[in-house]
């Protein structure tokens, strides 16, 4: 049980890292307003309300703050809401549901990716862009809750193309065995996913079971991470596979482990 406390601690870490190319990772929000600035190493304040779920910050190249989002509300480099940035929607219990990825070689346009549960059914991944030239300067949306995929569980990761400009969007199947990339390069996210099935399904009878998988990448994008805390009978609770960063997909299953949840 140790173990598996310690997996769930480190993963959300080696997440924030795998999206902290140069300083875009220097600032955190979280919480109930409370904040990190890494530039100079000092607590801070933010706007984020206490909430049960992850929320993402992104900076410029040079740690200056730009954004951060936690699912509902978006607020920008003056801890302002965005006009017309709230209210964005219930989303899915769990960590990290949230994901901000900034636009490649545009500076101005940001991808902001959340996770909304349906009763009934698995979560749609979803994402608005927005603009931050727009308002003469706080920034505003030009879509919003566009449906990327559904019936997927709540994780995703972001993984540097192999060109270190593009990047992937790397999500799984509810109750499949499937794997789905998405492309974002210069053009916008590509709706067409890379599909890979391999490794174990992922899912189960309870929603609980959905909400609770994680995919981390490590930091060369070469190897991948799948972890279930309650996985199904006589499946892994963490399965390791290599990833290929030019092609989004999926590729052999490194290793598996088993974890009891009821150690003696």
């Given amino acids: 049980m140790k173990f598996w406390v310690k997996l ?38 933010g706007q984020t309300n206490q909430n049960q779920g992850g929320t993402s910050t992104i900076s410029d190249d040079n740690g200056n703050l730009q954004f951060y989002f936690d699912g509902n509300t978006i607020w920008n480099k003056f801890h302002r809401i965005v006009p017309g940035a709230n209210n964005l929607g219930i989303i899915a219990n769990g960590f990290e ?12 346009l940001f991808y902001f990716f959340k996770f909304i549960y349906q009763n009934g059914s698995a979560n749609q991944l979803v994402y608005s862009i927005l603009d931050k030239r727009l308002n003469t300067g706080e920034g505003g949306l030009i879509e919003t809750n566009k449906i990327l995929t559904d019936k997927v569980i709540n994780s995703i990761e972001i993984i540097r193309h ?24 210069n053009n916008g996210i590509s709706l067409s996913s890379i599909n890979s099935d391999i490794g174990s ?19 060369d ?44």
């Fill in 221 to 264: 994008g070469g190897k991948i991470a799948l972890a279930q805390p309650n996985p199904i009978v006589n499946n892994p609770n963490l399965e390791i596979f290599g990833f290929d960063n030019q092609t989004g997909k999926v590729k052999s299953q490194i290793q598996s482990f088993y974890i009891s949840q009821n150690p003696s």
């Fill in 162 to 185: 192999c060109n270190q400009k593009f990047f992937w969007i790397l999500t799984h199947e509810y109750n499949t065995n499937r794997f789905k990339s998405f492309l974002v390069d």
């Fill in 8 to 45: 769930l601690i480190l993963f959300p870490l080696l997440s924030y890292s795998q999206i902290r190319f140069d300083k875009r990772g220097n600032n955190w929000y979280f919480g109930e307003k409370a904040g990190l600035n890494f530039n100079s190493g000092a607590l801070t304040n």
């Fill in 201 to 219: 399904k992922n899912g189960g009878i309870y929603n609980t079971f959905k909400i609770g998988s994680q995919i981390k990448a490590s930091l």
């Fill in 97 to 108: 549901k949230t994901y901000i990825v900034p636009k490649p070689e545009d500076e101005n």
